[in-house]
C-alpha cells in the first residue's frame, strides 16, 4: 500500500486528546515552514457532516451505510484536488489529521465484518501514526464534561475499540505507529510527536 511522506495521524479513543493535540501542534508550527496544514475526520464537507449526524444520533443508519459514508468522506478528504492531503503533501505541505482509516477500522469493525472494512480503507498510509494511549475508564471520566453523546461512547464499547485499533495497526503494517502515553502531561505529549515532524526542537 502507498505511503504519503509528510502526512501524520493522531488516534485514540474519544476522550483521548486528540484534538488537544492537533490544536497543539497547529499553534505550534505556526510561522513556521513548511506550512503545517491540521485536518480531521469525518471532516467539515457535505459528507462529514452527515457523518456527525449519525454519531451523534440524530440520523440513524445500518452499520454498512456509515461505513461507507467514511469512506467516501475520506477519499473526499485525500483527492481533493486543491485542497485534498494528497493535494496539499505534494506542494510541500506537512499535514497532520485528528483521525484516519485506523479509527475507521476500530470502529466500523463493531457492526461489519473485519476484513469488509478492511477492504473499504485501502487508502494510501500516513508516514506516522500517534496512537495516545488511554485507558477506556478514563477516557469517560474525561468525556464526562462534554455536552453532547456520541453513539460510541459506551465504556464497553471503547474497550472494544480500544482492541480494533491493536487488530488495525497489525493489519497496516506499512506505516511506522507510535504509542504515546496518554496520561502523560499535554505539553510533554506534544513534544512526543513534534519530534517526528520536520520542525526545528520546541524550545
Same mark, same amino acid.
Not at 479513543?13 to 503545517?36: H, I, K, M, V, Y
Not at 451523534?56 to 467514511?70: E, S
Not at 485507558?135 to 469517560?140: D, I, K, L, N, Q
Given at each position: ?138 477516557? %469517560?471520566?474525561?468525556?464526562? +464534561?462534554?455536552?453532547?453523546? !456520541? $453513539?460510541? #461512547?459506551? @465504556?464497553?464499547?471503547?474497550?472494544? =475499540? ?5 487488530? %488495525?495497526?497489525?493489519?497496516? +503494517?506499512?506505516?511506522?505507529? !507510535? $504509542?504515546? #502515553?496518554? @496520561?502523560?502531561?499535554?505539553?510533554? =505529549? ?14
Amino acid at each position: 500500500m502507498d505511503k504519503i511522506e509528510n502526512f501524520f495521524v493522531i488516534e485514540g479513543l474519544d476522550g483521548s486528546g486528540t484534538t488537544t493535540q492537533l490544536n497543539r501542534l497547529a499553534e505550534a508550527a505556526a510561522g513556521r515552514e513548511p506550512f503545517l496544514y491540521s485536518t480531521f475526520e469525518p471532516t467539515d464537507n457535505p459528507i462529514g457532516r452527515i457523518i456527525r449526524s449519525v454519531l451523534t444520533g440524530d440520523m440513524p443508519v445500518p452499520p454498512d451505510t456509515l461505513m461507507r459514508l467514511f469512506s467516501a468522506d475520506r477519499s473526499m478528504h485525500l483527492y481533493d484536488p486543491e485542497s485534498g492531503i494528497a493535494s496539499r503533501t505534494s506542494r510541500g505541505e506537512v499535514v497532520v489529521s485528528d483521525r484516519y482509516l485506523f479509527s475507521s477500522v476500530a470502529y466500523q469493525a463493531l457492526g461489519n465484518p473485519f476484513e469488509e472494512v478492511i477492504r473499504m480503507n485501502r487508502f494510501p498510509l500516513p508516514e506516522k501514526v500517534f496512537f495516545i494511549e488511554v485507558s477506556p475508564e478514563e477516557c %469517560a471520566r474525561r468525556r464526562s +464534561s462534554r455536552d453532547i453523546e !456520541e $453513539i460510541f #461512547d459506551n @465504556t464497553e464499547t471503547q474497550r472494544k =475499540i480500544r482492541d480494533n485499533y491493536y487488530r %488495525a495497526f497489525d493489519t497496516f +503494517s506499512g506505516c511506522t505507529i !507510535e $504509542i504515546i #502515553d496518554g @496520561t502523560l502531561p499535554v505539553e510533554e =505529549i506534544t513534544v512526543q510527536i513534534w519530534r517526528s515532524l520536520p520542525y526545528p526542537p520546541i524550545v
